[in-house]
């Protein structure tokens, strides 16, 4: 079964206190979550996320900041029961300028482990400088599982997703609504690569976080055995 995924949605709030509050969201039994969460111009960390029947567990994150202090991060949530309808709460170490978030729900995913944690195989973050932010993976456990990776900066210039095996789909491209101040971005596709990317007008300092979500491996019922029963020959008969 191919991994599909369903953007639920994305949002940005600045000036704010030390949490942030997203649209309501339909959350489903046995679906993987991932939200990207991106702040702007403050080293904050994200302490939490709460809501949604969900226990939310962080991927990766930066909470130190790259070159311009922007720090980005990726938690993860699935239950197998309790799922319920309602909005999330980002909860951060202090009040930052800026604030967005992307919300998206995965099926076709593994679903072992507690909170999504079979589902994701391995993660990365890193910063840089150019005009091509980069999520770098090791390679990947199978050629069907998917690569996920949300990337900022401190400009409001648009991204151009990878345009590598197959194309890149963008989850979520925007800026900061307020004043332009922060550009965030998530892509994703099937397949492995090893290095996602995306790539903008103008050298900026970037942050990126991938992850590999592995796919659930289907095993096709048994065929039946066949019993074949052959009828001998009598020696001098015909």
Known sequence: MAITVTHKTDGADEDLGVSATTASVAFVNNRLYTVCVAIYLDIVDVTSITGGGITWVRVNGQSTGDGAGDTLFMYRGLVTSGATTGALTINMASGPNCV????????GMDTSGTNGSGAIVQSNVQTGFGTVAT????????????????????????????????????????????????????????????????????????????AEIKNVVTIPPATPAVQTIITGVQAGGH
């Open 100 to 107: 967005m978030w992307s919300v998206d729900e995965w099926l």
């Open 135 to 210: 999520s770098t993976l090791s390679a990947f456990g199978d050629a069907t599982n998917v690569a996920l990776a949300c990337f900022c900066k401190p400009s409001g210039g648009a991204f151009t997703p990878d345009g590598s095996n197959g194309g890149y789909a963008e989850l979520v491209d925007r800026t900061n609504p307020f004043d332009s101040s922060l550009r965030f971005q998530a892509e994703w596709n099937t397949g492995s690569d090893t290095q996602v990317t995306a790539s903008y007008t103008g050298s900026n300092d970037y942050t990126a976080v991938g």
